[in-house]
T-cell receptor, first 113, second 114 residues
Framework: EADIYQTPRYLVIGTGKKITLECSQTMGHDKMYWYQQDPGMELHLIHYSYGVNSTEKGDLSSESTVSRIRTEHFPLTLESARPSHTSQYLC????????????FGNGTRLTVT | DQQVKQNSPSLSVQEGRISILNCDYTNSMFDYFLWYKKYPAEGPTFLISISSIKDKNEDGRFTVFLNKSAKHLSLHIVPSQPGDSAVYFCAASVGGGSNYKLTFGKGTLLTVNP
């Protein structure tokens, strides 16, 4: 019953390629986030947005970029993929209401060879 | 420097017994805490939360306890069921709803044996 969708679920790509990870939500949430997680490790916030045309970098430095042109869409782009970018990328959203939990998508597992 | 620590990577319990998952934090500014559950190949799912003005919050089989002086919280699951087998993440934030950037622990893998 996911209301937040991430595509692709799995991606294997060669070094130097440009990739875009898609994230869309149908809940009308203002806030959206990208987290990165390696196996057995914590989730790290890499980007977030509080609304259209608002994007901020998170706590973990990332070479990726994001855009927020529409409320429901928050894509993440890597201009030139490297093996160090291999990880799971999780998109999340939340409403403006105080203390509302984040809703996560099912993630994209990226492997750069 | 980890601000949210889950020191037990895994926990195994028998069906019907209590599961206790622990979480410690170092940032005294954290004022809102959450637990998420994650099944393999899925995103984390929100389970239960607690504000720093409370010391206990209960939702069905799940109870979260907060000890601010010890900077410690725990999640109790009673009774445990095989479907509870998953990775449980503790998370915390500063400023609750207005600044919703969560800091996560590394997770604890709970296995409930039938």
């Amino acid at each position: 019953e996911a209301d937040i969708y991430q595509t692709p679920r799995y991606l294997v790509i060669g070094t130097g390629k440009k990739i875009t990870l898609e994230c869309s939500q149908t809940m009308g949430h203002d806030k959206m986030y990208w987290y990165q997680q390696d196996p057995g490790m914590e989730l790290h916030l890499i980007h977030y947005s509080y609304g259209v045309n608002s994007t901020e970098k998170g706590d973990l430095s990332s070479e990726s970029t994001v855009s927020r042109i529409r409320t429901e869409h928050f894509p993440l782009t890597l201009e030139s993929a490297r093996p160090s970018h291999t990880s799971q990328y999780l998109c999340a959203s939340s409403p403006r209401t105080a203390n509302s939990p984040l809703h996560f998508g099912n993630g994209t597992r990226l492997t750069v060879t | 420097d980890q601000q949210v620590k889950q020191n037990s990577p895994s926990l195994s319990v028998q069906e019907g017994r209590i599961s206790i998952l622990n979480c410690d934090y170092t940032n005294s500014m954290f004022d809102y805490f959450l637990w998420y559950k994650k099944y393999p190949a899925e995103g984390p799912t929100f389970l239960i939360s607690i504000s720093s003005i409370k010391d206990k919050n209960e939702d069905g089989r799940f109870t979260v306890f907060l000890n601010k002086s010890a900077k410690h919280l725990s999640l109790h699951i009673v009774p445990s069921q095989p479907g509870d087998s998953a990775v449980y993440f503790c998370a915390a934030s500063v400023g609750g709803g207005s600044n919703y950037k969560l800091t996560f622990g590394k997770g604890t893998l709970l296995t409930v044996n039938p």
